[in-house]
Each structure stands twice: as C-alpha cells, then as structure tokens.
C-alpha cells in the first residue's frame, strides 16, 4: 500500500484523473460482467396465453419469489427452475384453460336453478370440453367451439343443430384431412349434429375444407394421391426406392343424377284372396187341368201327375296382386370417369470390357408383369376408356445438396452456450485492464532513490547529489537547493574515473530518469521565479 501511495504521489493530477477514471471503469466494467455471468439463463415457461392465464401465471411466480422476465406475449423463467415449475402450476390449475368443461356444472344447486339456466350452462360445459379435446392434438394453439342447438319452441318443428369451430394453428396450416377430423368429432360429441353441419374456421378467416367435402366423395387429388402411393408402393418393392416415377391423372363426374324407376311384372302375379259363391233353385209342375172338381180334396183333380226341377250355381272369385318393383338410384359427384396411369421405372447399367458403362432398360417381360401389377392396384377398365403407360428410361442421379447434418460435441456436452460466452468475455476484459491498465501503473520506473525498494536502493554514496567540485581542494560542495532535486544514481563508482565521464555515461544509460531530473528542475525553477 506504502508503494501504491507513493507512486500515486508521484503522478500529476492529470494523470491521477486518468488513473482514477480507469480504476473505475475497471471496477464497473468487472461488476457488470460478472453479473452476466452469475445471473441465471431465462428460459421459455408459457407463450400465446390468454390474459387471465397470464396474470394468473405471475401472480403465481411472484409470490413464489422466482425471478421472471415477460417478453411480449411470453414468460420467461431460469432454465433450472422451467420444468418444475410447470409440473407445480398445473397442480394447482395453471395455466388456466379459458374453455372450462363439466366443472361448471358442479356449481349449480338444485334451487334457484332453472331449466334455462341448466341447459345454457350444459352446452357452455359441452363446447369447453370439446375445445379441450381440440387443443390437446399438437397442431393446434388455441381452440373455441359454438354450437348451436336449435329452438325449443314446442310449436315448432325441430331443428337441426350445427356448430362451429375456430382454430389456431401452431405451426403449418391445417388441412383438409384435419379439418375433416374435427368435423366428424364435434358431430359425433353431439346428437343429432351432422358433420357437413360442422364449419371450420383458421386464423386467417378461411373456411377449412368446403362444406362441400365434409359427405361427399374424395376428389379427384385425393383419388390420385391415394392411387399414386398405391402404385408406387407395388412399383418401388421391385425396383427399389428412388428408381420410379409414377403420376396418376383421374377425371371424375362433376355432375349430381337422381334416377326413380317403377316397374310391373304382369308374369309375376300373386293371389292374395279367394271368394266361393254357391246358389240352389228348386221348383215343382203339375200337369192336370184345373177343374171345380181338382180344387176338392177328395175331387178327380188330386190324382193329377206332378213334376220337380233343382238348379244349382257355383261362383269362383280370385283377386291377384301384380309384382312392382321401385327402383331409385342418387349418383353423387366423384365418381370416376376415366383414369390414365404413367410409370417411369429405372433401368440398369452394365459395364463392358472398355470400361465404358452403358445404360440397359428393363427386360420387356417384366415390363409387361409390371403393367398387369399395376393394372390390377388401379382397377383398369378398357370399356371406361381407361390407360396405362410404362416405360423403362435413365433416370440421373441427381447429389443432394449440402452436408448430412450431424450432432456436434456441444449438443453432447450439453453446455449452455450463453453462460460460456459471457464467462468468456469475462475473462477477456479481465485480462486486457489488468494487463493494460493496472500493470503499467504499478510497474512504473522510480524517479529518485526514495520511492526504490529498501533492499534495492544503492547506498548514498554512489548518487551524484548536485555537487560541483572546487578547482582548489578538489571537493564537491552542494548547490542551492540540491536537497530538493532528483538525486541521479550514479554508476558503479571507479577509482579515478573522471566524474563528468561518469555523468556522461549515466545519462546515456538512464536517458528516462535523467529526463524526469531536468523537468523536475524545471518545475521548481519555474516556481521560485
């Protein structure tokens, strides 16, 4: 400290100015860095949230005393303290969902609650629980849910329901497939609901997958898709991976028909019921002629001759129902109208004794089995016009671009590459003040004997102190105001050795300090003046 405290002293103000801004910098500059350093390396906790949920969420950090950060829509967290600081607030209910389910039927009481009020918060509880469901597939964001359940007006008619669904994504666009999917699962949660009933809107305001497509058949992408990776599996298991090229072309009918046909079968007729209707008339004659006499009993007329006559009648009714057959047929678009297959297949390459490799294409055999493969996979009809191309040409190689990605030794030493930056830096600025700066000031040459080192210092004899020697006894005698001058250190004194030589021979050797004598000199002159 006495040495720090006399080289301080030794300094001009300018330079103790200089001196003391640096220490200060230093001071703040080592401060700030280390807080870098020791302060921890936030990490993502939650992100898109709501609100509430994001209030709710910091409240929560804060009570806990966890330091956090909220950038924009998201909070940060020390990297340490993410995961189990999640698993602790979803104990405890958080992140909130802002769709809540079946729980709030359990604040419902059985008084004071009408029929209105059940049924508003039965479908509230409904569409929060299949928000949920929605939002746990990892494409989607955020989810919400509106169903509309008809009137309950019992002098109308019912009506049916329908719904809606509103998503965000979380990274690529939804497609018409996922669309499709949450159609049929909100139609299936609810009775009665249809899935053509059921919109699905994204973010951007654009219906997902026409209504259009929620009932009717694939189109004709989603027919030829599903035949090109058909045709294209059977092709690659003999030609190998990367040696075919398979497009499928599909026209389909755009045009909706409905046929109504009633027929009668009068050959196939079928009796239904039998009626039998039977009649008998009986009737007698006499043929005696009608007297006074044959009207008395005992008269001539009673032995008269007489003549009976039965008729009979039988009537047969049979009644026959005639066969009909009715016969109504509904063709919806998509069907398909007329297909064309092209499959491009690689050949093979043979190489002759020039060295020379040559192209070979695929025998015309397996050719023509391939053709009856694919004939097969695609459902070929010549009557419906239907064809299929197969050729064998040389496909290049084409390099792929780039380099194969491959882990690096930092993602296998798992070292967070923040902290060993700023310990970097640290260490950098460190390093150049105390070289630079702190160095340069304590290793300062002295400028007079007293500020060197007690066992350094030479003994007194050997300073030339100012002394000029007198041309009668040849001794130095001190001049006015030595005592306040530099004293030079003098060389190793030598036995008659001219003292000017001496001088002479120093000040080559300590040009620095013979300088700082002289201005030193120069001062104190230019104060006694």
Same mark, same amino acid.
């Given at each position: 400290m006495q040495q720090i405290g006399t080289v301080w002293a030794s300094l001009d103000r300018r330079k103790q100015i200089i001196v003391a801004g640096a220490v200060v910098l230093v001071f703040f500059g080592v401060l700030g860095m280390s807080r870098l350093a020791t302060a921890p390396s936030m990490t993502l906790l939650y992100a898109g949230l709501e609100s509430g949920a994001a209030g709710d969420i910091v409240r929560a950090l804060d009570q806990r005393g966890v330091t956090f950060e909220i950038r924009g829509g998201s909070i940060y967290v020390p990297g340490s303290q993410r995961d189990e600081l999640r698993m602790t607030l979803a104990s405890e209910g958080l992140p909130a969902n802002g769709n809540r #389910?079946?729980?709030?039927?359990?604040?419902?009481?059985? !008084?004071?609650? @009408?029929?209105?009020?059940f049924d508003a918060a039965y479908w509230r509880a409904k569409e929060g629980e299949?928000?949920? +469901?929605?939002?746990?597939?990892?494409?989607?964001?955020? *989810?919400?849910?509106?169903?509309?359940?008809?009137?309950?007006? =019992? !002098? $109308?008619?019912?009506?049916?329901?329908?719904?809606?669904?509103?998503?965000?994504?979380?990274?690529?666009?939804?497609?018409?497939? $996922?669309?499709k999917a949450i159609r049929f699962l909100v139609s299936s949660a609810v009775s009665g609901l249809a899935p053509e009933n059921v919109a699905v809107i994204d973010s951007n305001g654009a219906v997902i997958g026409g209504q259009? +497509?929620?009932?009717?058949?694939?189109?004709?992408?989603?027919?030829?898709? $599903?035949?090109? %990776?058909?045709?294209?599996?059977?092709?690659?298991?003999?030609?190998?991976? #990367?040696?075919? /090229?398979?497009? /499928?072309?599909?026209?389909?009918?755009?045009? @909706?028909?409905?046929?109504?046909?009633?027929? !009668?079968?009068?050959?196939?007729?079928?009796a239904i019921s039998t009626d039998v209707e039977e009649r008998s008339d009986s009737a007698r004659n006499q043929s005696s002629d009608v007297t006074v006499a044959s009207n008395l009993p005992d008269g001539d007329g009673a032995g008269g001759d007489e003549s009976n006559s039965n008729a009979t009648e039988t009537r047969e009714r049979i009644n026959y129902e005639v066969s009909e057959t009715e016969l109504e047929v509904h063709n919806a678009p998509g069907a398909i109208k007329r297909l064309t297959v092209a499959v491009?297949?690689?050949? @093979?390459?043979?190489?002759?004794?020039?060295?020379?490799?040559?192209? /070979?294409?695929?025998?015309?055999? %397996?050719? #023509?089995?391939?053709?009856?493969?694919? *004939?097969?996979? /695609? #459902? !070929?009809?010549?009557?419906?016009?239907?064809?299929? +191309?197969?050729?064998?040409?040389?496909?290049?190689?084409?390099?792929? %671009?780039?380099?194969? *990605?491959?882990?690096?030794?930092?993602q296998k030493m798992h070292f967070d590459a923040m902290s060993l930056i700023q310990m970097t830096v640290l260490a950098i600025v460190s390093l150049v003040l105390g070289l630079f700066v702190v160095r340069p000031i304590l290793t300062k040459p002295a400028l007079a004997p007293a500020l060197l080192p007690v066992d350094t *210092? =030479?003994? =007194?004899?050997?300073?030339? +102190?100012?002394?000029?020697?007198?041309?009668?006894?040849?001794?130095f005698t001190s001049l006015p105001g030595s005592a306040t001058a530099g004293a030079v250190p003098a060389l190793a004194a030598q036995s008659g050795a001219d003292p000017v030589d001496r001088l002479r021979a120093m000040i080559g050797d300590k040009q620095e300090e013979t300088v700082e004598i002289l201005r030193s000199w120069l001062e104190e002159g230019e104060e006694r003046v």
């Open positions: #389910g079946y729980e709030l039927l359990d604040s419902l009481s059985g !008084f004071g609650t @009408t029929s209105q009020m299949l928000a949920r +469901t929605i939002v746990g597939s990892p494409h989607v964001s955020q *989810a919400r849910v509106h169903i509309a359940n008809g009137s309950t007006n =019992p !002098f $109308q008619r019912s009506v049916a329901p329908t719904a809606s669904v509103y998503l965000v994504a979380s990274g690529a666009q939804f497609t018409s497939d $996922q669309a259009e +497509t929620a009932v009717a058949a694939d189109t004709a992408d989603d027919k030829a898709r $599903q035949l090109r %990776e058909r045709v294209m599996r059977l092709v690659e298991a003999r030609v190998g991976a #990367g040696n075919a /090229v398979v497009e /499928v072309s599909v026209d389909t009918v755009t045009k @909706t028909e409905s046929i109504r046909e009633r027929r !009668f079968d009068p050959k196939g007729r079928v491009l297949v690689n050949g @093979t390459r043979a190489v002759d004794a020039a060295g020379v490799e040559t192209f /070979v294409p695929m025998p015309e055999t %397996e050719m #023509g089995a391939l053709k009856e493969l694919v *004939a097969s996979a /695609v #459902g !070929f009809d010549a009557d419906r016009g239907d064809v299929i +191309t197969l050729k064998s040409l040389d496909l290049p190689v084409v390099e792929p %671009e780039g380099t194969v *990605a491959s882990s690096s030794i930092w *210092a =030479p003994e =007194p004899e050997s300073y030339l +102190t100012g002394e000029i020697a007198s041309e009668d006894s040849g001794q």
